[in-house]
Each structure stands twice: as C-alpha cells, then as structure tokens.
C-alpha cells in the first residue's frame, strides 16, 4: 500500500506516484525535474527512499540520492542537507559516496563552533549512522550545557578538550572543576537546556517570573523532570532558595495550591499536607473528573453537591459520557 503524499508539490508526487506504480522507467527525468526545484523537506526524501525499497530498487534510489545531495551542496541548503544525510545514513551507514556530504553538512550547519575540527575527527572511522550519534552526543558537551551530580549539585560546562579527554565545569560551589570525558558520561546525567535544572542553574530569574506569572506552569515544569510526580516537601525543597526567596515562599505556595487544584492536568491530594504528592497526568480531566471530585470532596457542602448534580446534567446534556458512580 502506498504512503500519504497529499503534503507534497505535484511533482514530488509524481516522483512517488511512478514508484509505487511500477514505472520506474520514466523515474530519472522526474527527479531531475524535482531536485532542480529542490524540495524543502526531509520527510520526501524519507519517503522516495522507502517507496524505492518496497520497489526492491534502492541502489538505484542511492545513485539518485547523490544527484538530489551534490544539488543541496551547490546550494549551501545546509540544514536541509544535514537533515537528508541522516535520513540516507539509516539505510546506506557503510556508504562511501554518502560520507562527503554528511561532513560538508555538518561544517555547513556547526560552522560556527570552534570545537568542530576536533568534533568531527572524533566521529572519523565510524560507519555513518553512528557519525550522527556520536556527533550529537559531541554537542552535549559544548560550553553552556548543564549536567548534575549527586553531590556537586548542577555544573554549567565552560570548557571541553576533545584532544584530552577533559571537560572543565562551574558548580555550584566549585568553579573550573576539570574531570574526564568519560567520568562526567558514568556519574552525571545530562540536563536538557529546557529542563528544569538547567534553567534553575542558569536562569533562576526566569523561573522565578514564571512562578509568578504561572505558579502550576513552574510545578509542571520540575514535575517533568521528577519522572511527572514530587512530594510538597520535595517541591518546596527544589524551589526554596535557589527560584523563590524562603520569605516569599508561604505566600507562593498558597496561590499555587489553589491554582493546582483546579489545574486539569495535574492531580493534588492537599489533605495529606507536607507529605501530598503532586502528579502530572497524561491527559488532562475530563469535565466528568472535575465534577466527581467536587461531589466526593471530604470537605463538599451539601450546596456542592448539588451544583455539581447541575453541572452534571448540562455536561449530559453536550453528550458527554457520566462516570457510572454519579448516575448510581
């Protein structure tokens, strides 16, 4: 069966509608045709090649590929080229023809990096698909990414030295700790720019106008990266001091409390105190979920409930389905 191909130019179409036909004879004048153009995304050059492989024709889709590549090339499309080469790397690693393009890529797209000479050499003799691998496991390790340790708390790299095998990091309470590659890869977990603890070692002031802004969008925030769950105490723990100063901490607290109980993504037991766990949950709660809680809520006035009967009734009514134990 063939693949979706409604998002394409008509002429990338063609391209895989002759494919998936059969006709493969008329194939070369259409890609000349479609590379002169170039087209803008990835995805087809994913799909040319895996319609070529069920047609049981990929040498011939690997000599059309280095036509589509050396175009790329010539026009310095370099993210576009980066991007297609990785694609080929899955399906041809062990390419020779390929490997030009991937380093002309990478020097197109990561000529900025200082580090990229040595960056590169360290990815020399590896079959193509792991090139990419190593390449982007090369890039965590760039000055301004942040890593954590048990005890050193969060470093910020400021200084990698591929040659050596070493890589220097600001802590906390230690500035220009210098450890090995490989130490830093058994005992530190890699923190992603967007996480929590590396925008708390980074930007605290960020986080800290969020929680003001959005206190359940900084919640949510250290929730995924607490494996979606954390204690109050633990929260209270993350935050305190290092994102919202401890005076201001009672008065936050209270206005993200009652934001979290309302939030439906989030599931919040505050009866349990210091020792509640706050929960993200994979999907957000249903109008049915708000008004089961509100009904079987230990602190719910008869007022309440009644309210959350109504509110149940107009829910029924849009054709929403009622969980069994409102309706007995």
């Known amino acids: 069966m063939g693949e979706n191909i409604g998002d394409f130019s008509a002429r990338e179409q063609q391209i895989l509608s002759l494919i998936e036909s059969g006709n493969l004879d008329r194939l070369d004048d259409a890609w000349l045709e479609v590379i002169a153009d170039s087209p803008k995304e990835a995805e087809f050059y994913d799909k040319f090649i895996r319609a070529m492989r069920r047609a049981h024709a990929l040498e011939r889709a690997h000599e059309l590929l280095l036509l589509a590549l050396e175009e790329l090339k010539t026009r310095e499309q370099w993210e576009l080229l980066h991007a297609v080469v990785r694609i080929a790397a899955r399906f041809w690693p062990d390419s020779k023809p390929l490997r030009p393009y991937a380093a002309a890529a990478l020097k197109g797209v990561y000529s900025h990096l200082p580090q990229l000479s040595a960056m590169i050499a360290a990815c020399k003799g590896l079959p193509l698909d792991q090139v990419f691998q190593r390449f982007d496991s090369l890039l965590q390790l760039l000055p301004g990414e942040v890593y954590s340790h048990a005890y050193w708390g969060e470093g910020i790299v400021t200084d990698l030295d591929l040659s050596a095998g070493k890589i220097t990091l600001d802590f906390p309470e230690e500035k220009g700790r210098v450890i090995a590659i490989e130490f830093l890869r058994k005992h530190l977990t890699y923190c992603p720019p967007d996480s929590f603890l590396a925008r708390r070692r980074k930007n605290p002031q960020e986080l800290y106008q969020l929680g003001q802004g959005a206190p359940s969008e900084l919640v949510k925030l250290v ?74 809520a230990h602190d719910t006035t008869m007022a309440d409930r009644i309210a959350a009967v109504r509110k149940l009734r107009e829910v029924v009514r849009a054709g929403a389905e009622p969980e069994p134990e409102l309706v007995g």
């Open 223 to 296: 929730l995924r990266g607490n494996q979606g769950r954390i204690k109050q105490a633990e929260l209270k723990e993350a935050l305190v001091g290092s994102v919202i100063p401890e005076e201001e901490w009672n008065e936050w607290w209270s206005r993200a409390r009652n934001e979290l109980r309302i939030d439906p993504w989030i599931d919040f037991d505050v009866r349990r105190g210091a020792h509640a766990e706050i929960v993200l949950r994979n999907a957000p709660r249903s109008a049915v979920d708000e008004i089961a809680e509100r009904f079987f």
